[in-house]
């Protein structure tokens, strides 16, 4: 028999996905300020504000390491389990 993980346990990666999550919200905010002038008649934000919408895509790439981390965890307690 295997044991699985409580739910209140950290397990490996899920700080990760955490922490991706909050990077990708920060960039979803700023792609939504930074486009608003665009619909608003307002002046264009300066381009280092675009380049904080990158942050979408470094949370995503973030959180999908956590992902991969954890993946890789199971593997080896299955791993370990078996032999």
Known sequence: MTATPRTD???PGDALVR???????IGAIATLVTMAPLFLDMDPFP???WAVCM???V???VSAAG???GIAAQR???R???G
């Open 80 to 82: 370990a389990s078996q």
């Open 19 to 25: 922490a991706g999550g909050i990077v990708f919200l």
């Open 67 to 69: 992902v991969l981390r």
């Open 47 to 49: 381009s280092y504000a």
């Open 76 to 78: 080896r307690e299955a």
């Open 59 to 61: 949370g995503f790439a």
């Open 9 to 11: 346990e950290a397990r």
């Open 55 to 57: 942050l979408m895509g």
